[in-house]
């Protein structure tokens, strides 16, 4: 696991963007892995800028997000698929056929989750995947518990994450109860992983995935089997590292 601790979260955001325009750049038919939630927002606006202003060309990209509610189509406004129009897609020249959701309102659930994982394989693998983490240690909607192998999957969400996704409804109870996520091992396959956190929010959890033990309880730590994973970090989220002050000096940060 590589570590990049930076003292503010724009700089994080800033970082991680550049590093995705980067790899779009380098290999126009770049197969990304896509998250959401309020971290990845001001990432997203940072693409758009290397998009509008550096001309980094979307063209040949080809995306997988991570998850999706399940009963919330590609039009419900709380749903990833309108997030994703709403902060990347409507504002870069990508190809949208070449983008991909969970169908989280497919009448098959198993069978939308077996062709997910087909089409990640007939895409040639993902490149790079972005990820959040959730106060709990989720990586997509992994909750604690989930297989540290486990594959593309409609699961149960916690409580924790009703918790802290809730908010982002319009209507808090609207919230669904259950989502399809890549599994853990479909994530730990990508070639490699750039996860985000920033706030103090983060702090306990983030130390738990570097420095604990890698367990079910919390899947995030799975990361630590990743042959090339970056984790970036604001100093509130770096805060609760018992060997902190190493890793600034290892990564010069
Ligand atoms: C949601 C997503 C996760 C994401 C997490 C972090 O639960 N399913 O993929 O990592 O949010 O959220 P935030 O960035 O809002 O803290």
């Given at each position: 696991m590589e570590l990049v601790i930076l003292d503010t979260e724009a700089q994080v955001f800033e970082l991680a963007a550049r590093q995705v325009a980067q790899v779009v750049r380098q290999t126009?038919?770049?197969?990304l892995g896509l998250a959401t939630g309020r971290t990845m927002e001001a990432v997203y606006q940072g693409l758009v800028r290397a998009h509008r202003d550096e001309g980094v060309d979307f063209s040949g990209v080809a995306t997988f997000n991570l998850d999706e509610y399940v009963g919330l189509g590609p039009d419900d406004p709380n749903g990833y698929c309108r997030y994703m129009a709403r902060y990347l897609f409507d504002h870069?020249?990508?190809d949208l056929a070449q983008?991909?959701?969970?169908?989280?309102?497919?009448?098959?659930?198993?069978?939308?989750c077996a062709a997910y994982e087909a089409a990640i394989v007939a895409?040639?693998?993902i490149d790079l995947q972005l990820l959040g983490i959730g106060v709990n240690g989720h990586i997509g909607f992994n909750e604690p518990l989930s297989g540290l192998h486990s594959r593309t999957r409609p699961v149960q969400l916690s409580e924790a994450t009703i918790a802290q996704n809730q908010g982002l409804f319009d209507i808090p109870e609207r919230m669904p109860r259950q989502a399809l996520t890549m599994g853990i091992g479909t994530i730990l396959e990508?070639?490699?992983?750039?996860l985000l956190a920033t706030g103090a929010s983060k702090a306990p959890v983030v130390a738990q995935m570097i420095e604990g033990p890698v367990t079910a309880l919390i899947p995030a730590t799975?990361?630590?089997?990743?042959?090339?994973?970056?984790?970036?970090?604001?100093?509130?989220?770096a805060a609760d590292l018992a060997q902190r002050e190493s890793y600034r000096w290892q990564t010069g940060a």
């Open positions: 126009p038919r770049a197969v870069v020249n990508i983008t991909h959701l969970p169908d989280g309102v497919a009448d098959d659930l198993e069978a939308c895409a040639g693998g990508a070639r490699e992983c750039l799975a990361l630590q089997f990743h042959p090339r994973c970056t984790v970036i970090l604001d100093a509130a989220a």
